[in-house]
C-alpha cells in the first residue's frame, strides 16, 4: 500500500511564494508519474501539474509561475509555486500511479493553500 503526505501549504500574500512536498512510502509497485491537483468547494479537483520521469506538464493557469519536481531518492516531490494569486487558494492533492495508462491511483490527504490580497 502506498502512502502519500503532503506538507508546505499555509497563508501567504498575493506575489509570494510556497514550496509544496509530497513524500511517498510503502510497499508497492514503484510510482511511475506523479502529480499535484487542487480543488476549491463546489467545483472538480483540476490537474495543476504532473511528471514522469523527465517529462512535466502544467495547466495553462500556472505555467510560468510553478516549477514541478521529484527527488527519487528522497521519495519526494514537491510543487515550486512563485507569484502567487488570490485564484489560487485551494486544497493541494498529490497524486500518483504505477502505470502510464492508469489513472491516478494513490492520493494524499490534500494541504491547504490561501493566498490573501
Known sequence: QVQ????GGGLVQAG??????CVHSGSGASIYAMGWYRQTPGKQRE?????AGHTTNYANFVKGRVTISRDNAKN????EMNNLKPEDTAVYYCAGKNDPF????????????????
Do not use: F, H, N, P
Not at 490537474?47 to 511528471?51: C, D, K
Not at 492508469?102 to 490580497?117: A, F, I, L, R
Open 4 to 7: 502519500l503526505v503532503e506538507s
Open 16 to 21: 509570494g511564494s510556497l514550496r509544496l512536498s
Open 76 to 79: 519526494t516531490m514537491y510543487l
Open 102 to 117: 492508469d489513472t491516478w491511483k494513490y492520493w494524499g490527504q490534500g494541504t491547504q493553500v490561501t493566498v490573501s490580497s
Open 47 to 51: 490537474l495543476v501539474a504532473s511528471i
